[in-house]
């Protein structure tokens, strides 16, 4: 089965940094491109960004553009997310997301809580 | 930048069916996923390119996209299906995911 693990989250204070993790497993991970999307509390999605399978390119959520860095490392079958300059609404649930060029998000994970807070 | 409309709550009773609709400009020219999200856990995908079940979702999900809507029917509504709906799209004009507002479904 199909499986995506989040770590890295926390309680960051406003201006500061974060890395989360993306590790999968039970299948070829350098054939899917991977997603981060977020849930702020109470709310609904929010894709962030999305790294293609060889890294070959990359997209941000306009908000975030600037201040988050994703990337992945195929051998080790994990996507990255460099967060920084850190902001309240940047509070969230952020998922990984495994996908294919057509667009769809066909594995969650379990998601990680990021809280921005002083 | 591309925007997906749907409304926020739909109620039906068990054994009902239940539509939930995504409206986006010339929808029909994008592939349009679908997602249910039940309390507390992680969205999972329930239909894909309009109208296909990925493996292990019921025959009560289906999905249709024409001109500016696209929809999700769930047949024969069961007390589990009550979750969030959210519609996705890949919008190639900007290069981002866009996903709905989310649809609330309430099993009455």
């Known amino acids: 089965e199909v499986l995506l693990v989040e770590s890295g989250g926390g309680l960051v204070k406003p201006g500061g940094s974060l890395r989360l993790s993306c590790a999968g497993s039970?299948?070829?991970?350098?054939?899917?491109?991977i997603n981060w999307v977020r849930q702020a509390p109470g709310k609904g999605l929010e894709w962030v960004s999305t790294?293609?399978?060889?890294?070959?390119?990359?997209y941000y959520e306009d908000s975030v553009r600037g201040r988050f860095t994703i990337s992945r490392d195929n051998v080790k079958n994990s996507v990255y997310l460099q967060m920084k300059s850190l902001r309240a609404d940047d509070t969230a649930v952020y998922y990984c997301?495994?996908?294919?060029?057509?667009?769809?998000?066909?594995?969650w994970g379990q998601g990680i809580l990021v809280t921005v807070s002083s | 930048s591309y925007v997906l409309t749907q409304p926020p709550s739909v109620s039906v009773a068990p054994g009902n069916t239940a539509r939930i609709t995504c409206g986006g400009k010339?929808?029909?020219?994008?592939?349009v996923h679908w997602y249910q999200q039940r309390p507390g856990q992680a969205p999972m995908m329930v239909i894909s390119?309009?109208?296909e079940r990925p493996p292990g979702i019921p025959e009560r999900f289906s999905g249709s996209n024409s001109g500016d809507t696209a929809t999700l029917t769930i047949s024969r509504v069961e007390a589990g299906d009550e979750a969030d709906y959210y519609c996705?799209?890949?919008?190639?004009?900007?290069?981002?995911?866009?996903f709905g507002g989310g649809t609330k479904l309430t099993v009455l």
């Open positions: 997301a495994r996908g294919s060029p057509n667009g769809e998000l066909d594995y």
């Open positions: 039970q299948f070829t991970f350098s054939n899917y491109n």
């Open positions: 790294i293609t399978r060889s890294s070959s390119y990359i």
């Open positions: 010339n929808i029909e020219t994008k592939s």
């Open positions: 390119y309009d109208n």
């Open positions: 996705q799209v890949w919008d190639g004009s900007s290069d981002h995911v866009v």
